[in-house]
């Protein structure tokens, strides 16, 4: 990858690029490929913003547990899936109780797994079915009509099709309360329709070398020297960025970082979004305690853990020879690893006595909280630009849309 030196920044170019997340790069790879002149600067020493992955002890630890949807559209159009090399997840899911383990697998999908879901002790036959036929209804729904739908709390949409009782509260509400951090599923109902429709329409996982491979393929598609590292901008001001090292014009600025820092660099010009943390917890078992690469989940909530995956059964290269879990806690209020240790020997029902703890992750805004509408204008007076997921959905899709939205309104202002 490319490391552009400080100095070597132009202090001149058509478009600055304030980050190197996923919504700058998007931005950036559009707009260049354009033919537009493009600088990013970036504060940290390689892209990805909230998408990074760390090497430790020769593991692969992501920045907080994060999975790739394929079938996102803007993931087919602006990455090469192929060559992440996809390890992919059991499009299913496992709840753990007292009595055991028990799979719910997508019966389109997996329709050898059928009996096993519908002997799942999660709710009844008919619940089963009547969640079973809504997420069916939403992957064959076109994206406009679930544009038009209203934006009612999510888990009114849920009661509102008959997915009430023990299914949602032993599978669904734990469930998708680790997909939006959200305890109350208070989410807005498009926004978590169209996250629900892409789980049933895609394949989803891990790129084989972590998931800061997605921010690398997107900064090797740019020309050389483009982004420029350990480049913090303290002042965004129209037609110009300031930094420590000194100051960028520009015709069109660009802010696409987080919700908080662009809040911070335009003022009253976007309003700060509210955010949800959470914890990530690695650990080395000492051989994997389920053999399917699956999320679980506690239907008996008896403990911190919103849910857990044994990351090598997907993706061995995680931790090569060895077997590497990922654990997630709501909040950033840290239980304590001990405490979550003992609740993984519950729902896995297994002793964690000799697993060792690798690192934590406290991730004070893993996401924006989303208010609606569906997507927030990009554009801001006199040639200002604001990207992330903060301005589009709370997602990987949501921060490439936004790029993609805003390298598209430069283009159209020429």
Known sequence: MPLGTVADVATETDIVVVGAGLAGLAAAKTLSAAGREVVVVEADEA??????????????????????????????????????????????????????????????????????????????????????????ALAAAPAKTLRDRDDRPFRVRLANYGITGPLYDRFVRPFLSGVFLDPDLTVPSRFA???????????????????????????????????KYSFPIREVHPGRVTGDFGTITARHVVVAVSGTVAHALLGDRIPRPATRGCLTYYHLADFPPIPEAVIVIDGDHRGPVINTVVLTNAAPEYAPGATLVSSTVLGTDDPGEPAVRAHLA???HQDTTAWQHVRTY?????????????????????NLYVCGDHRDTPSLQGALVSGRRTAKAILAAQ
């Not at 329409?201 to 982004?227: E, F, K, N, S």
């Not at 406290?362 to 006199?382: D, F, M, S, Y």
């Open 47 to 136: 892209p990805g913003g909230r998408v990074r992955t760390d090497r430790v002890r020769g593991l692969l630890l992501d920045r907080g547990f994060q999975v790739l949807n394929a079938g996102y559209p803007a993931v087919r159009d602006l990455l090469d899936v192929e060559a992440l090399d996809l390890r992919p997840f059991l499009p299913a899911a496992m709840v753990s109780d007292a009595a055991g383990l028990h799979l719910l697998a997508d019966p389109i999908r997996e329709p050898g797994r059928l009996r096993e879901t519908l002997r799942a002790p999660v709710g009844s036959l008919t619940r089963k079915m009547m969640l079973g036929a809504y997420a069916a």
């Open 362 to 382: 406290q991730i004070q805004e893993a996401l924006p909280v989303h208010t609606g509408p569906l997507r927030k204008p990009t554009t801001l007076p006199n």
């Open 346 to 348: 519950a729902i896995y």
């Open 193 to 227: 329709e169209f996250v629900v429709r892409s789980f049933a329409r895609g394949t989803i996982g891990v790129p084989a070398a972590g998931m800061r491979a997605i921010p690398d393929q997107l900064a090797a598609a740019l020309p050389l020297d483009t982004i």
